[in-house]
T-cell receptor
Framework: DGGITQSPKYLFRKEGQNVTLSCEQNLNHDAMYWYRQDPGQGLRLIYYSQIVNDFQKGDIAEGYSVSREKKESFPLTVTSAQKNPTAFYLC?????????????FGEGSRLTVL | RKEVEQDPGPFNVPEGATVAFNCTYS??????FFWYRQDCRKEPKLLMS???SGNEDGRFTAQLNRASQYISLLIRDSKLSDSATYLC?????????FGPGTRLSVLP
């Protein structure tokens, strides 16, 4: 089945550790996005990428890094520089030529820093 | 002022009620508009796109007023399964801006 797969679903991390969240899509979508959601709040954009080997910072990129080595994959690393990393992380993708196309989401990764 | 604002909620309504959600956006260059539904601790899923002429999908009706920069969602004959948070989403270029959401609880 086509879709977006995020892993892990739940992750616990000690302070000071980096952690990488995986996002893979087999929808042949061009653009991929990472959002963060905190309780009771809307989604905030961390990074997005329109093509392989290129990505742009979103509104809250500090303390995060990404790579886009393959069209299908857009992993997010939460570094120790991120001051408050506990959150629900959502990966999304869309087909670029449909300029008004919707975003498709993965099931999310819930990160807790102990 | 936030880019996308929504009714703060929560809305608690009985089954069968009609409920309306409002959303305003600040960027006049916005190109496309959506309502997403998000269940508790799940990912958002597209409920419907919103077109200038207004559009309907079963019990759901969405309206867009570009002049007022206002979007609405009307749910008729509410079902228990409609209980969720409804997110207003505005797109310009590669940027999708999400509102904070309005939580709906449909009560038996």
């Amino acid at each position: 089945d086509g879709g977006i797969t995020q892993s892990p679903k739940y992750l616990f991390r000690k302070e000071g550790q980096n952690v990488t969240l995986s996002c893979e899509q087999n929808l042949n979508h061009d653009a991929m996005y990472w959002y963060r959601q905190d309780p009771g709040q809307g989604l905030r954009l961390i990074y997005y990428s329109q093509i392989v080997n290129d990505f742009q910072k979103g509104d809250i990129a500090e303390g995060y890094s990404v790579s886009r080595e393959k069209k299908e994959s857009f992993p997010l690393t939460v570094t120790s520089a991120q001051k408050n990393p506990t959150a629900f992380y959502l990966c999304a993708s869309r087909f670029l030529p449909e300029n008004t196309g919707e975003l498709f989401f993965g099931e999310g990764s819930r990160l807790t820093v102990l | 002022r936030k880019e996308v604002e929504q009714d703060p909620g929560p809305f608690n309504v009985p089954e069968g009620a009609t409920v309306a959600f409002n959303c305003t956006y600040s960027n006049s260059a916005s190109q496309s508009f959506f309502w997403y539904r998000q269940d508790c601790r799940k990912e958002p899923k597209l409920l419907m796109s919103v077109y200038s002429s207004g559009n309907e999908d079963g019990r759901f009706t969405a309206q867009l007023n570009r002049a007022s920069q206002y979007i609405s969602l009307l749910i008729r004959d509410s079902k228990l399964s409609d209980s969720a948070t409804y997110l207003c989403v505005v797109n310009y270029g590669q940027n999708f801006v999400f509102g904070p959401g309005t939580r709906l609880s449909v009560l038996p």
